[in-house]
């Protein structure tokens, strides 16, 4: 019975220890820095004033079996996160952001402000073919719901290759009952995969704003296209790091 003394007398050591421990850094669990992705996508601080109103994107990513045995890395999925990083930082209180994965079948997360939106992944219910025109009108869909005034943006990830006439038909429809929309393509151009359907997407009367063509699905190349378009829509200078 004589030890309980001495066990009392030990918890105001205890509590005047969390409290230190609490003042020097919290938690250390909490604390603890979280693991980085080796050559994740990310962008620098932007160069110069934001030139322009808010903007609502989406991200409109083909996950097509030929995309999706491609970026076995999921490069695609850094560049959205790394873009919502960038808005949420150096963004404009009204700057939306929002994802559209589609093949046959598409699933959109609707925009919402890049610090606070859950940004989707790729169901597994999608299907292998690539129906673009499902994906752009899901996507504008989803930008209808959620954009009141910002300026609507979709970011198209694909190799541009669509099933079939119907489906580019149906893309081009797509493309330009939405004239105010603007629509940009990173092309994924990995052993030629763009160029059967290059001249589609070039044509000046479907009024792509831009096409960002890149040869494999490295990150640095895919960082540097979604960097130019971060730049296009902001009138800023940004680089990709």
Known sequence: GRRWPWLLALVPLAV?????QRDEGGDPVAAAPQPTVPGA???GAPTGERATDARCFMIAIDESSSMASADQAGVRADAVRATSDF???HGLDGDRIGTTWFAEGAATTDPGPPDDVVLGAAPATLGAGTRIAEGLRS???????TCDTAQQVIVLVSDGEASGPDEFAAARDAITTSPDVTVHLIAMNDNGAFESSRTFWEDPAL???SIRTI?????DEVARAVAAILSIETGQQVTAT
């Open 87 to 89: 808005l949420a930082v």
């Open 207 to 209: 009024g792509v704003a």
């Open 16 to 20: 005047a220890g969390w409290w230190w």
């Open 139 to 145: 996507a504008q869909a989803g930008l209808d719901r």
């Open 41 to 43: 996508v990310g962008f």
């Open 215 to 219: 040869t494999s699905f490295g990150r």
